[in-house]
């Protein structure tokens, strides 16, 4: 599968400017077999999902969030319980949270605004980080595919799109074809045995 885990859409974001029925269309013409809906405090309704899911079949359309805790970008997946809108985190009481129930925690762009990581990830580990993305410095992919070495996390690219010209530049691939939340969660941890880090390891 080749999916987009970081989509914003304007009906939810107020920093996107196309909508989420354009970003669906623009990833199924660029070859996308699905995107996952993260937009900035706000999970997409589940009736909406599932007429999405739907109307568009066999493309998938999977809902996530990005929450900002502690000068970091945090996206979630896993989680539907909606206490997560909330914006007051600390990251880890989001850590904690998300562990709770579950989901999954992917660091976006790091190093987006300063040279620095500002939690603790060696004590509160997501399971991946972002390492390509339009947000995501050029010039820090080295030092974040070490990061992730250092931690023990998967490696991601997504678009981080808020307009449908974005959409289709980086994806990643998902082996199998995830049907629904569980099984999407199962193969984001699994790609972290998919990363150089990883391939070190067995040598």
Not at 96 to 111: E, K, N, Q, S, T
Not at 153 to 169: A, E, K, P, T
Request: glycine share 6%; net charge negative; hydrophobic share 35%.
């Amino acid at each position: 599968m080749k999916i987009d885990l970081h989509v914003h859409c304007s009906e939810r974001s107020s920093c996107a400017v196309s909508n989420a029925e354009s970003q669906i269309r623009a990833a199924i013409e660029h070859g996308l077999d699905a995107i996952a809906f993260t937009d900035h405090f706000r999970l997409v309704p589940s009736g909406e999902l599932a007429a999405f899911n739907e109307q568009f079949a066999p493309f998938r359309v999977y809902s996530g969030i990005e929450i900002t805790a502690d000068k970091e970008d945090w996206l979630v997946f896993g989680v539907q319980d909606p206490r997560i809108e909330r914006r007051l985190w600390t990251y880890p009481d989001l850590w904690h949270f998300v562990r709770d129930r579950g989901g999954v925690i992917i660091l976006a762009h790091p190093f987006r605004w300063e040279p620095l990581i500002h939690v603790d990830l060696e004590k509160y580990p997501p399971d991946g980080v972002e390492f390509r993305s339009h947000n995501t410095p050029v010039e820090r992919q080295e030092g974040i595919i070490r990061l992730a070495c250092r931690y023990g996390l998967g490696l991601f690219q997504n678009s981080d799109s808020h307009h449908v010209r974005m959409i289709g530049q980086y994806y990643n691939e998902l082996p199998g074809y995830p049907d629904g939340e569980t099984a999407l969660l199962e193969s984001l941890r699994a790609l972290k045995t998919l990363t150089p880090c990883a391939e070190k390891q067995r040598r």
